[in-house]
């Protein structure tokens, strides 16, 4: 990697940065494509909640929109009530939280769509429709084995006695999620898409929809008439332990403050939990777990200067990391210089490794300090 091809330090907000995180949304998009590529003929949503995985809503979902997604599903009101304002009413938006999530009268005023996740919330939102003289859109959710969100089986068996409850509900979609998709000899998947095949059998006819980003890649039974993902959209591995179909996303540079010489006689950081062997460099670097660098990844995580790994030493502290830069040259390893912690050569899944994590929570850390520059996306 080359470390400063990435940063615009003429921009003085990137100077005074700390880190530079670098979304790139021609790889979002290519993600996006590539799934649908996966999927045929299938229809491919897109998964925006929590900030589309911390990289930027307001950035993310235009680009994907660009890349042909239409259909959006966020977690909460508040998250699709954002997103509605960036469009006009041609995509539709879902709310996996359910009604849960805030007043049916917003979910209305809003034109976003609740995925009801209880008999409770079938009732409300047929009520509503009744109330308001026409059809109202929504997913129902199934509960087909992850014990989370959705009927249960008792709710289920209630809904398929009496059909008349979902009365004034435009069925968009009946909707499951799997609780192991990530691992395809799970026979939790299998069991899954069974108990959902018979859900739907004794239920009103609609689409449906089951695959997460994992979900995708068991294969087309489980592609049924939409997907879901989210992760892989922004470069996490969708199939682990084999190579990532997706390109990656991030790329975060963090700036080095300072260089010193230590020998045996001194130790690195809170803790003292690295000794140097012997005559050692330690570059110090304007990132910690304020900004979402895991403290797990304290003495176990690694960083790339120049064409040189360097392993984190020490403890990961609030606004800092130490790395052993012993082996690089004066030149490379020097104050305001930058090295790559997640980025072509450092995935966001080997970083999680390394912190004992997913990367899923290695992208909704990613911190707010960091000075964010978007690429591409037109
Ligand atoms: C978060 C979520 C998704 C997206 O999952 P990924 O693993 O990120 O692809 C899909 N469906 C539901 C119900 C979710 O909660």
């Not at 009101?77 to 359910?98: C, D, H, K, Q, T």
Request: charged share 20%; aromatic share 6%; hydrophobic share 45%.
């Amino acid at each position: 990697m080359c470390p400063s091809e990435a940063v615009d330090l003429d921009d003085p907000a990137a100077a005074r940065a700390g880190a530079i995180l670098t979304i790139d949304l021609d790889a979002v998009a290519d993600n996006y494509r590539r799934l649908c590529a996966e999927l045929g003929a299938v229809a491919c949503a897109a998964v925006v909640k929590a900030d589309a995985y911390g990289l930027g809503m307001a950035r993310v979902a235009p680009a994907l929109a660009r890349a042909g997604a239409r259909t959006f599903f966020v977690a909460q009101l508040e998250e699709a009530i954002a997103l509605r304002a960036m469009f006009p009413v041609e995509v539709e938006i879902y709310v996996l939280n359910g009604l849960g999530a805030g007043p049916v009268a917003e979910f209305q005023a809003g034109r976003v769509h609740p995925v009801l996740n209880s008999l409770g919330e079938i009732d409300a939102w047929a009520a509503a429709a009744r109330a308001a003289g026409r059809a109202l859109p929504a997913a129902v959710h199934i509960d087909t084995g992850i014990s989370r969100l959705g009927l249960p089986d008792d709710e289920l068996e209630a809904l398929a006695a009496d059909r008349g409850r979902l009365a004034g509900i435009d069925l968009r979609y009946l909707l499951s999620h799997l609780a192991c998709a990530d691992r395809p000899e799970h026979p939790l998947n299998a069991e899954q898409l069974r108990r959902f095949r018979a859900a739907r059998a004794r239920l009103p006819d609609a689409p449906a929809s089951l695959a997460n980003s994992s979900g995708i890649f068991l294969g087309a039974d489980y592609h049924l008439d939409l997907a879901r993902p989210g992760v892989a959209l922004y470069g996490v591995n969708p199939t682990p332990g084999q190579p990532n179909p997706m390109r990656q996303v991030v790329r975060l540079q963090g700036k080095i403050l300072q260089v010193r010489e230590i020998d045996a006689s001194r130790t690195v950081g809170y803790g003292a939990t690295h000794r140097a062997a012997g005559p050692t460099r330690i570059a110090t670097v304007a990132v910690g777990y304020a900004d979402g660098y895991l403290r797990s990844l304290s003495n176990r995580g690694s960083a790339w200067l120049g064409d040189r790994r360097v392993p984190v030493v020490g403890r990961v502290s609030m606004d800092l990391i130490t790395l052993d830069v012993t082996g690089a040259s004066a030149e490379a390893a020097r104050p305001g210089a930058f090295v790559d912690l997640i980025g072509a050569d450092l995935s966001t899944d080997e970083v999680a490794e390394a912190a004992g994590t997913i990367g899923y929570e290695i992208l909704t850390s990613l911190g707010r300090r960091y000075h964010r520059v978007y690429r591409g996306g037109r």
